[in-house]
């Protein structure tokens, strides 16, 4: 079966804290991609990030950072120094073969209080 | 760059009423998808097309829902009849190649009275 589990429904921060959303998948391939993306209040879905299977290196980007953990089935997202606009829901994804499906986690809900 | 271009944004119509939804791919995106967003339910993929072709449209949740990409620019999603459980946001995304991201239009979001 492939699964996404994003175990935090919401949480919630003030400013300038730091923050990690976790995610959980599973799947029986081991070729696969996973996905970050942010829904912000205004409804659209922005894509954050992309990772295949094989490259477990970390990823930064500016305040955003990843870690791809294949030991763990784990792809955790953290938000350094947040900020109000990063308020949003944030969904990770699985990439599903051979049909090319994104298996959607349910989303954490983030908020950041002034 | 454009991104995915969707219309309308809102839709309010009353149950039993034919509702079409639009997408405009970004050009040279050669997969597209349509989805459905609801709280309960969360994303929910309805079909995706390879080259406009339909691939899998599993999602579909019944013959009511039809899903077609006349060409490589354009993509419609019609109910009919609508119900009052139809009420979501539906949206259309564009990919690349299968590996890479979906790219998000801004959704369409449709109420049945």
């Known amino acids: 079966a492939q699964k996404v589990t994003q175990a935090q429904t919401e949480i919630s921060v003030v400013e300038k804290e730091d923050v990690t959303l976790d995610c959980v998948y599973e799947?029986?391939?081991?070729?696969?991609?996973l996905f970050w993306y942010k829904q912000p209040p205004s409804g659209e879905l922005v894509f954050l990030i992309r990772?295949?299977?094989?490259d477990e290196q970390n990823e930064i980007s500016g305040r955003y950072s990843w870690n791809f953990q294949k030991s763990t089935s784990s792809f955790n997202f953290t938000i350094t120094a947040s900020q109000v606009v990063d308020s949003a829901v944030y969904f990770c994804?699985?990439?599903?073969?051979?049909?090319?499906?994104?298996?959607w986690g349910a989303g954490t809900k983030l908020i950041i209080k002034p | 760059d454009a991104g995915v271009i969707q219309s309308p944004r809102h839709e309010v119509t009353e149950m039993g009423q034919e509702v079409t939804l639009r997408c405009k791919p970004i050009s040279g995106h050669d997969y597209l998808f349509w989805y459905r967003q609801t709280m309960m339910r969360g994303l929910e993929l309805l079909i995706y097309f390879n080259n406009n072709v339909p691939i899998d449209d599993s999602g579909m949740p019944e013959d009511r829902f039809s899903a077609k990409m006349p060409n490589a620019s354009f993509s419609t999603l019609k109910i009919q009849p609508s119900e009052p459980r139809d009420s979501a946001v539906y949206f259309c995304?564009?990919?690349?190649?299968?590996?890479?991201?979906?790219?998000f239009g801004d959704g369409t979001r449709l109420s049945i009275l």
């Open positions: 799947t029986r391939d081991t070729t696969y991609y």
């Open positions: 995304a564009s990919s690349r190649g299968e590996n890479q991201p979906q790219h």
């Open positions: 990772r295949n299977s094989f």
């Open positions: 994804a699985l990439r599903r073969t051979p049909n090319y499906q994104l298996i």
